[in-house]
C-alpha cells in the first residue's frame, strides 16, 4: 500500500489541540522516554502526514490527544519492558534501536490488525493499520509486539559466527550466565577438577538450528528463546548422571573421566547423526566431552545425554 502524502494546513480546531495535547507536552514526553531508556531520545511525529489517515473518531476529532496517547501508551510499555528484561535487554533495545527515535508511522505492509511495531533504519516505529488510527492504542508496544520487533531487527555485528537473535541472547542471559559459574563449580567439585571449563557453543547450535527451524515445519517456534534454558538443562542433566553414577565417590571414576577428558573442557554440540542413542549422547573427542544431539532431537530428554558416561570413558 502506498503512502499518502501529508496534508497541507490541519483545521484551526485540530491545530489548537495539536499544540495544547501534544507540541506544549512533547518535551516534558521526550524526558520521561529518555529517564526510562537512560540515554536521550528523540520523538518524530508529523501530524499532517498522520491525519492524512484520520477517517473518523479519535484521530479526527482530536489528533493531538490521540497522538500523544500512542506516545505514552508507548512509553508505559516501554518501562514495562525495561523492569522485565533488565539491564541487558536496557541495553539491547538502545543497541538495535540504534538512531534513539519513536515515531508514528502507517502499517503499510499490513502485519497488524489494529497497531503494533517495528524498528526501521534504527527507529522504533509504532504502526497502525490502515483504516484503524486510534484503535487499540496501548497495545502497539505490548511485550510480544516489542520482542518480535526487537528480534526481527538487524542484530549487532558479530565477530564470526551466526548471529544471535535477541530472544537467543536475552535468553542467555537470563537463564545461563547468571547460573553457568555455580554449574560449572558443581562439576568441578564432583571431578575434583577445579579448572574444568564448560563450552556452551551458542553460535554454532543456533546456526544449526536456525536452519532446521527453515526446513522442518515442526519443528518448535520457541527455539530461539530456550537456546540458553536448555543449554544448561543439559550440563545440569550431567550434573545429575556424575551422581547419580558416583563420580563423587569413586576415585577410580574420576582418575578415568581425567585420563580420557585430557582437556579438561565440557561442551554442548549439535550433530548431523547421534552414533549410540536416538535423542541424545555423550562423545569424548579429542579430550574435550561432548553432550549432543541432533537438531530434530534438541530439547528431548535432556537428562539422558551423560546416561552412558562410564561405557565413553
Known amino acids: 500500500m502506498s503512502k499518502l502524502p501529508p496534508v497541507e494546513k490541519l483545521p484551526l480546531a485540530l491545530r489548537k489541540n495539536v499544540r495544547d495535547e501534544w507540541d506544549n507536552k512533547k518535551s516534558e514526553i521526550e524526558q520521561q522516554l529518555s529517564d526510562i531508556l537512560t540515554i536521550p531520545w528523540t520523538i518524530d511525529v508529523n501530524p499532517n502526514q498522520i491525519y492524512a489517515y484520520a477517517t473518523d473518531g479519535y484521530a479526527k476529532e482530536s489528533l493531538g490527544s490521540c497522538i500523544a496517547s500512542y506516545i505514552n501508551g508507548a512509553i508505559h510499555r516501554l518501562k514495562e519492558f525495561v523492569d522485565y528484561s533488565g539491564e541487558q535487554g536496557l541495553n539491547e533495545l538502545n543497541t538495535i534501536c540504534h538512531a534513539h527515535i519513536l515515531t508514528i ?22 504502526l497502525f493499520a490502515p483504516g484503524r488510527l486510534g484503535s487499540n492504542i496501548d497495545d502497539a508496544l505490548n511485550r510480544d509486539i516489542l520482542l518480535k520487533a526487537l528480534n526481527e531487527a538487524p542484530a549487532p555485528a558479530s565477530d564470526g ?16 550466565e547468571p547460573k553457568a559459574e555455580e554449574l560449572r563449580a558443581q562439576i568441578a567439585r564432583i571431578l575434583e577438577k577445579p579448572d574444568i571449563k564448560l563450552n556452551p557453543n551458542f553460535e554454532d547450535t543456533f546456526a544449526k538450528l536456525q536452519q532446521e527451524s527453515k526446513t522442518n515445519t515442526a519443528f518448535r517456534s520457541d527455539w530461539e528463546s530456550l537456546l540458553g534454558s536448555f543449554t544448561r ?30 582437556k579438561g573442557e565440557i561442551a554442548f554440540r549439535v ?43
Open 105 to 126: 508511522d502507517l502499517d503499510d505492509a499490513k502485519r497488524f490488525s489494529c497497531c503494533g511495531a517495528d524498528i526501521h533504519d534504527g527507529k522504533l516505529r509504532i
Open 233 to 262: 538443562l543439559y550440563f545440569e542433566g550431567l550434573v545429575n548422571q556424575l551422581k547419580y553414577q558416583k563420580f563423587d565417590q569413586d576415585d577410580l571414576l574420576r582418575e578415568g573421566f581425567h585420563e580420557a577428558v585430557d
Open 271 to 313: 550433530v548431523d547423526k547421534l552414533k549410540n542413542d536416538s535423542y541424545c549422547e555423550c562423545e569424548v573427542e579429542g579430550g574435550v566431552l561432548y553432550l549432543q544431539c541432533t537438531s530434530k532431537t534438541w530439547g528431548s530428554n535432556i537428562d539422558d545425554a551423560a546416561r552412558h558416561l562410564v561405557d565413553r570413558l
Open 161 to 176: 559466527g551466526a548471529t544471535l537473535s535477541f530472544a537467543a541472547r536475552s535468553d542467555i542471559s537470563r537463564e545461563y
